[in-house]
Nanobody, 120 residues
Framework: QVQLVESGGGLVQPGGSLRLSCAASGFPVSYYAIGWFRQAPGKEREGVSCISSSRFTTDYADSVKGRFTISRDNAKNTVYLQMNSLKPEDTAVYYC?????????????WGQGTQVTVSS
Protein backbone atom coordinates (compact mmCIF):
# COMPACT_ATOMS: atom_id res chain seq x y z
CA GLN A 1 0.00 0.00 0.00
CA VAL A 2 1.44 3.33 -1.07
CA GLN A 3 1.57 5.90 1.69
CA LEU A 4 3.21 9.26 2.26
CA VAL A 5 3.31 10.68 5.76
CA GLU A 6 4.49 14.21 6.47
CA SER A 7 5.83 15.34 9.82
CA GLY A 8 7.92 18.11 11.32
CA GLY A 9 5.52 21.01 11.10
CA GLY A 10 4.86 23.38 13.95
CA LEU A 11 4.95 26.94 15.18
CA VAL A 12 8.15 28.89 14.58
CA GLN A 13 9.13 32.52 14.82
CA PRO A 14 10.06 34.53 11.72
CA GLY A 15 13.64 33.83 10.78
CA GLY A 16 13.48 30.36 12.29
CA SER A 17 13.90 26.94 10.72
CA LEU A 18 11.98 23.71 10.41
CA ARG A 19 12.69 20.43 8.69
CA LEU A 20 9.76 18.60 7.21
CA SER A 21 9.89 14.87 6.55
CA CYS A 22 7.94 12.85 4.01
CA ALA A 23 8.16 9.18 4.93
CA ALA A 24 7.18 6.85 2.12
CA SER A 25 6.00 3.27 2.29
CA GLY A 26 4.90 0.79 -0.34
CA PHE A 27 7.37 2.03 -2.94
CA PRO A 28 11.02 3.15 -3.12
CA VAL A 29 11.41 6.93 -3.20
CA SER A 30 14.51 6.46 -5.34
CA TYR A 31 12.26 5.37 -8.23
CA TYR A 32 10.02 8.43 -8.19
CA ALA A 33 10.03 12.19 -8.10
CA ILE A 34 8.75 13.63 -4.83
CA GLY A 35 7.27 17.09 -4.67
CA TRP A 36 6.43 19.41 -1.79
CA PHE A 37 3.39 21.64 -2.02
CA ARG A 38 1.69 24.07 0.31
CA GLN A 39 -1.72 25.60 0.70
CA ALA A 40 -2.50 28.62 2.82
CA PRO A 41 -6.06 29.47 3.93
CA GLY A 42 -8.00 31.03 1.08
CA LYS A 43 -5.22 30.42 -1.42
CA GLU A 44 -4.60 27.88 -4.13
CA ARG A 45 -2.14 25.09 -3.62
CA GLU A 46 1.32 25.93 -4.91
CA GLY A 47 4.35 23.85 -5.70
CA VAL A 48 7.30 24.48 -3.43
CA SER A 49 9.98 22.05 -4.50
CA CYS A 50 10.59 18.76 -6.27
CA ILE A 51 13.40 16.23 -6.34
CA SER A 52 13.75 13.86 -9.27
CA SER A 53 14.37 10.14 -9.07
CA SER A 54 17.62 10.28 -11.00
CA ARG A 55 20.62 12.59 -10.69
CA PHE A 56 19.02 14.26 -7.70
CA THR A 57 17.70 17.15 -9.81
CA THR A 58 15.90 19.67 -7.67
CA ASP A 59 13.45 22.46 -8.48
CA TYR A 60 12.26 25.32 -6.28
CA ALA A 61 9.60 27.96 -6.43
CA ASP A 62 11.06 31.45 -6.70
CA SER A 63 9.52 32.36 -3.36
CA VAL A 64 11.64 29.78 -1.50
CA LYS A 65 14.89 29.70 -3.51
CA GLY A 66 17.89 30.17 -1.30
CA ARG A 67 15.88 29.41 1.84
CA PHE A 68 14.50 25.87 1.34
CA THR A 69 16.45 22.74 0.49
CA ILE A 70 14.97 19.42 -0.62
CA SER A 71 16.85 16.19 -0.10
CA ARG A 72 16.29 12.46 -0.11
CA ASP A 73 17.56 9.60 2.07
CA ASN A 74 17.01 6.42 0.11
CA ALA A 75 17.99 4.22 3.04
CA LYS A 76 15.24 5.75 5.17
CA ASN A 77 12.87 6.04 2.19
CA THR A 78 12.25 9.62 3.20
CA VAL A 79 12.34 13.02 1.53
CA TYR A 80 13.08 16.15 3.53
CA LEU A 81 12.38 19.83 3.14
CA GLN A 82 14.75 21.99 5.15
CA MET A 83 13.19 25.42 5.59
CA ASN A 84 15.36 28.29 6.80
CA SER A 85 14.73 32.01 7.22
CA LEU A 86 11.04 31.35 7.50
CA LYS A 87 8.61 34.19 6.86
CA PRO A 88 4.99 34.64 7.93
CA GLU A 89 3.97 34.12 4.29
CA ASP A 90 5.36 30.58 4.49
CA THR A 91 2.48 29.70 6.81
CA ALA A 92 0.49 26.89 5.19
CA VAL A 93 -0.28 23.21 5.26
CA TYR A 94 2.59 21.42 3.55
CA TYR A 95 2.04 18.26 1.53
CA CYS A 96 4.32 15.82 -0.21
CA UNK A 97 3.30 13.85 -3.27
CA UNK A 98 4.66 11.30 -5.71
CA UNK A 99 5.17 11.55 -9.45
CA UNK A 100 7.30 9.90 -12.09
CA UNK A 101 8.87 13.17 -13.17
CA UNK A 102 8.92 16.63 -11.64
CA UNK A 103 8.43 18.19 -15.08
CA UNK A 104 5.18 16.32 -15.78
CA UNK A 105 3.40 17.66 -12.70
CA UNK A 106 1.28 14.50 -12.46
CA UNK A 107 1.13 13.44 -8.83
CA UNK A 108 -0.76 10.27 -7.97
CA UNK A 109 -0.37 9.87 -4.20
CA TRP A 110 -0.46 12.59 -1.57
CA GLY A 111 0.21 12.76 2.13
CA GLN A 112 -2.21 14.18 4.67
CA GLY A 113 -0.22 17.35 5.25
CA THR A 114 1.57 19.03 8.14
CA GLN A 115 0.83 22.53 9.41
CA VAL A 116 3.58 25.14 9.41
CA THR A 117 2.86 28.40 11.19
CA VAL A 118 5.36 31.26 11.16
CA SER A 119 4.43 33.87 13.70
CA SER A 120 5.89 35.92 16.51
Amino acid sequence: QVQLVESGGGLVQPGGSLRLSCAASGFPVSYYAIGWFRQAPGKEREGVSCISSSRFTTDYADSVKGRFTISRDNAKNTVYLQMNSLKPEDTAVYYCARAYYCSENKYDYWGQGTQVTVSS
